[in-house]
């Protein structure tokens, strides 16, 4: 990239002709990302936002994270909701079978609708 004081101004440059505004969030003290399957945590990370027109896009920096892997996995709403209307059963059965199908849907299906 760039180097020194002049980087930075043709990088500023470079940005304002694209539309976009680029500002550091300051005192950043944690950023998690969560997955189905894991959390990474990432401790005072250096986060800087690229403000577009319709969106924004995060810069995270970091020396180190940590990762988590979850106990429990995550299901999206979608997910859970096709298998309760596909099998006929309430929320928790469909967890439990997406749980015991690893997240494979049509498994967990299968396994609520054969005996």
Do not use: H
Not at 71 to 88: H, K, R, S, Y
Request: hydrophobic content about 40%.
């Amino acid at each position: 990239m760039m180097g020194g004081r002049g980087g930075n101004r043709q990088m500023r440059r470079m940005m304002d002709k694209m539309g976009l505004d680029m500002e550091e969030l300051p005192n950043v003290q944690e950023v998690i990302i969560k997955t189905d399957k894991k959390e990474i945590i990432i401790a005072k990370p250096s986060v800087t936002e690229m403000k577009a027109k319709d969106n924004s896009i995060f810069q995270v920096v970091a020396e180190s994270y940590e990762e988590k892997e979850l106990e429990v996995q995550i299901f999206t709403d979608e997910d859970i909701a096709l298998v309760c209307q596909q099998a006929n059963v309430d929320e928790d059965k469909a967890k439990n079978a997406l749980a015991e199908a690893e997240g494979d849907l049509a498994r967990a299906i299968l396994l609520l609708t054969t005996n």
